[in-house]
T-cell receptor, first 112, second 112 residues
Framework: DQQVKQNSPSLSVQEGRISILNCDYTNSMFDYFLWYKKYPAEGPTFLISISSIKDKNEDGRFTVFLNKSAKHLSLHIVPSQPGDSAVYFCAASHSGTYKYIFGTGTRLKVLA | DAGVIQSPRHEVTEMGQEVTLRCKPISGHDYLFWYRQTMMRGLELLIYFNNNVPIDDSGMPEDRFSAKMPNASFSTLKIQPSEPRDSAVYFC??????????FGDGTRLSIL
């Protein structure tokens, strides 16, 4: 049973436009969420996180939105750049545990 | 700063052989995690340690898998005997308490 789902396996966006990556979760105990970026032959790299006490967190071109009632989070990248082309994973965990449950990833391609 | 270091980067071996994967976490990090990434199951947590002590090994697939952390700067994941279905990319990650996990670049394991 997938507790964290990324339903879009891939996404293509023009350079300069907004990229929106989505993630849904089923476990209401999750209270901490993260996005990781992964390039081929490298490990995942932490991008941005959000606690359930917030509904938005920004870091430069990256913004994560959390909708707790819908059990949904999204990552916005604006403006998108060709170097953003990678696989993006969302992950979730809950207080008292350091276990991350990862989604299956979305491959983003930013077209120049 | 040195990140999480994994060795070897690639391992090809025959079914039935013992496989040992190695990980050096970031200095000062007190949590260490082992993950496995496959096409079918995505990125899944196998086991994690806190201060060299295994905390949760519920993700270890079967008794053929074992992990140790003899000191704060070294961990191993061993598979004995190995089987073709163990073929995957194995990642090690470390973190400082409740900070985001930092991943190594993984070991790509192929069991023939």
């Amino acid at each position: 049973d997938q507790q964290v789902k990324q339903n879009s396996p891939s996404l293509s966006v023009q350079e300069g436009r907004i990229s929106i990556l989505n993630c849904d979760y089923t476990n209401s105990m999750f209270d901490y969420f993260l996005w990781y970026k992964k390039y081929p032959a490298e490990g995942p790299t932490f991008l941005i996180s959000i606690s359930s006490i917030k509904d938005k967190n920004e870091d430069g071109r990256f913004t994560v939105f959390l909708n707790k009632s819908a059990k949904h989070l999204s990552l916005h990248i604006v403006p998108s750049q060709p170097g953003d082309s990678a696989v993006y994973f969302c992950a979730a965990s809950h207080s008292g545990t350091y276990k991350y449950i990862f989604g299956t990833g979305t491959r983003l391609k930013v077209l120049a | 700063d040195a990140g999480v270091i994994q060795s070897p980067r690639h391992e090809v071996t025959e079914m039935g052989q013992e496989v040992t994967l190695r990980c050096k976490p970031i200095s000062g990090h007190d949590y260490l995690f082992w993950y496995r990434q496959t096409m079918m199951r995505g990125l899944e947590l196998l086991i994690y340690f806190n201060n060299n002590v295994p905390i949760d090994d519920s993700g270890m697939p079967e008794d053929r898998f074992s992990a140790k952390m003899p000191n704060a700067s070294f961990s191993t994941l061993k598979i004995q005997p190995s089987e073709p279905r163990d073929s995957a990319v194995y990642f090690c990650a470390s973190s400082d308490s409740n900070q985001p996990q930092h991943f190594g670049d993984g070991t790509r394991l192929s069991i023939l």
